[in-house]
């Protein structure tokens, strides 16, 4: 008789024991998925822009002596059959106060077709203070063939924003979701299209 | 569950011969000798593959393969070396030394050895073979970073369930590991009286354990991200692809001790034979080793300082990278006082030890000026990250490897290796492995990047010294195999000791070792 005869209970607690961590890591491979938004969401560290209400922003004040140029870029990622651009390609705002700006999108295919699409913020110390109270980036926005649409964001640069940040430039990236979006019934909800001159900025 | 049946061992009933020998086979030292030769036919194939990019590289200009071949190769040279040549090649390792050194008669799951073993023909099989389908084998790089990997074609697929089948393999082969070392050492084999490469393979089994479960985790992200329409790394449906980077380097940093691990274990073993002496500051390298295995789970992102990560982030990882060089200069500095004042002699298996912790700490230092996030921004994907991990994968663990075939080699098969074939085999070998990576060094820093067929004509000298060097190195390795090919068929008998008075169990049994070997345990002073 070996050592191996007279140990095979310990070795099935210790096999099972290591079997049970093998899935456990497994398993903590997909936790690690909303693990880091969670854990970026903490600390701050995902250089993501964050949302705000309007009430908020009223309450900030604005910081008058200083202008701050924002930069718009867009573009429809290849997939999406979509011409997407901004309105206006920047504008000079004052931190605190709420802006809104626009970009127009049009479906240049012919059929119905979803998008999402993820904004981005740079430089990336600047991420934390851009936010925005409405977005067309916040829901799947739908487009009938061939039409045209004007896209809606209004944002707030805070006012505690680095003096070393000067300007801004928020890109937005389409994607195609159709692939992501159950057929829904019906068509989504326009937006508003209709502008306000809320707080145009300085233009330029 | 396929426990160790000790009175199957204790029968000696006739074994199967031929073909079905090995595939039947339960025994550490069989099961050992396949992952030994599985390892260096992939070695041979990766090395084919390394080749033929070298021969692309030649001149500027693209006159060998097609880039997209071209970055075939590079993807498959990587997958074929880490999972087809150094993993397996350290199990080989492992299968064979660890029942010996612990004083264990076998490995204490010995089907489960068999069958972690024959996973791996399969799966290289199906990963070799994705090189024939339509369009091609894998071509996104070994890392397979998401979203390239998800348009990839068929081939894609099937590497991802050869990673499936690896690390299925490799678990199992690291809870067998675990198994072994826990519960079937000899009476009086303390944990802290097992030799070091014991320890640097319990630690590594752990790894394994913690890691290559994420590794599958994350392919089988991608899997349904390409076929299910689930969207972890597609922005379209709210995935994000730099989480890929995250997933897979939690993955991948740990993976890259893995691979160094049981390679400081050999040479550990080797240096105080040669040396005369005992391994100096064993217990520091027992906690350097654990160390560097703890810390290793904490600086995944510095392979990707690129992204767009917040400066916390950046600083973060900077410093705990390179607070690994503390335990490893532990080990650096245990093994040069080990060497002090020793009677020391230089036997191929010595000399590749020391080249080992010469060029190995070559690759520690430009792993330190990688870790550096702002000078990171220059070196990223440049060939200076090639030469980074060459001279610690190669002359690390490979050349670990050599040195430690040709250590047991006598023991393996009761003949002594061809000494002054050994040390030309050490000296082409080493010479032509610095020919072919340290100009590369040169490369990166001047901004050649790494994984493209063609390059500016400043860089052609340097990619012709190392491409000269790369051919060099490919034909030293057939000296290797004619080592050992000759070994195996004859030579000078071997003592049991093989070495002068050499420290550890796998001594005290005859050359070559009996195909069971302590039956019954025994007894450790």
Known sequence: MTAAAQQPPANRRLILRLVLAVFAMFGFGFALVPLYDVFCDITGLNGKTGVTDSRTVEATPIDKDRWVTVEFTGNAASGLPWEFRPTVAKMEVQPGALTRATYIARNTSNRTVVGRAIPSVTPGEAAAHFKKTECFCFTEQYLDAGETKEMTVQFVVEPDIPRSVNTITLSYAFFNAEKYVKQKTGKAKHQDTKLEKAHPGKKS | ?525
């Open chain 2, 1 to 525: 569950m396929a426990t160790a049946d000790a009175a199957h061992h204790g029968e000696h009933h006739a074994h199967p011969t031929g073909i079905l020998r090995w595939i039947t086979t339960t025994n550490h030292k069989d099961i050992g000798t396949l992952y030994l030769l599985f390892s260096l036919s992939m070695f041979m194939v990766g090395g084919l593959m390394a080749l033929i990019i070298r021969a692309e590289l030649f001149q500027p200009g693209l006159q060998v393969v097609d880039p997209h071949f071209f970055n075939q190769m590079t993807t498959m040279h990587a997958l074929v070396m880490i999972f087809g040549a150094v993993m397996p090649g350290f199990v080989g390792f492992a299968n064979w030394m660890l029942p010996m050194m612990i004083g264990a008669p076998d490995m204490a799951l010995p089907r489960l050895n068999n069958w972690s073993f024959w996973i791996l023909p399969f799966a290289f099989t199906m990963l070799l073979s994705s090189l024939l389908t339509a369009g091609g084998g894998p071509a996104s790089g070994w890392t397979l970073y998401a979203p390239l990997s998800i348009q990839g074609g068929m081939s894609v697929d099937m590497t991802i369930f050869a990673i499936h089948m690896m690390g299925v393999s490799s678990i199992l082969g690291a809870i067998n590991v675990i198994v072994t070392i826990f519960n079937m050492r000899a009476p009086g084999m303390t944990l802290l009286k097992m030799p070091l490469f014991v320890w640097t393979w319990l630690i590594t089994a752990f790894l394994l354990i913690a890691v290559m479960p994420v590794l599958a985790g994350v392919v089988t992200m991608l899997l349904t991200d390409r076929h299910f329409d689930t969207a972890f790394f597609n922005p379209a449906g709210g995935g994000d692809p730099v989480m890929f980077q995250h997933i897979f380097w939690f993955f991948g940093h740990p993976e890259v001790y893995i691979l160094i691990l049981p390679a400081f274990g050999i040479i550990s073993e080797i240096i105080p034979t040669f040396s005369r002496k005992p391994l100096f500051g064993y217990t520091t390298m027992v906690l350097a080793t654990a160390g560097i295995a703890f810390l290793s789970f904490i600086v995944w992102a510095h392979h990707m300082f690129t992204v767009g990560m917040p400066l916390a982030g950046e600083l973060f990882f900077m410093y705990s990278t390179m607070l690994i060089a503390v335990p490893t200069g532990v080990k650096v500095f245990n093994w040069v006082s080990t060497m002090w004042r020793g009677a020391l002699t230089f036997e191929t298996p010595m000399l590749f030890a020391i080249a080992v912790v010469f060029l190995f700490t070559i690759g520690g230092f430009s792993g330190l000026m990688l870790a550096i996030t702002p000078a990171d921004f220059q070196y990223h994907d440049t060939y200076f990250v090639v030469a980074h991990f060459h001279y610690v994968l190669f002359s690390g663990s490979i050349m670990a490897m050599m040195g430690g075939a040709y250590y047991w080699l006598p023991k393996w098969t009761g003949h002594m290796y061809d000494e002054k074939l050994g040390k030309t085999h050490f000296w082409l070998n080493t010479i032509f492995f610095n020919i072919t990576f340290f100009p590369q060094h040169f490369l990166g820093l001047a901004g050649m990047p790494r994984r493209i067929p063609d390059y500016a004509l400043q860089f052609t000298e340097f990619n012709v010294i190392s491409s000269i060097g790369a051919f060099g190195l490919g034909l030293s390795q057939l000296l290797f195999v004619y080592v050992v090919i000759k070994c195996v068929r004859g030579g000078e008998k071997a003592s049991d000791e093989v070495w002068e008075q050499p420290r550890g169990l796998e001594w005290t049994v005859p050359s070559p070792a009996p195909y069971h070997t302590f039956e019954t345990p025994p007894r450790v002073a």
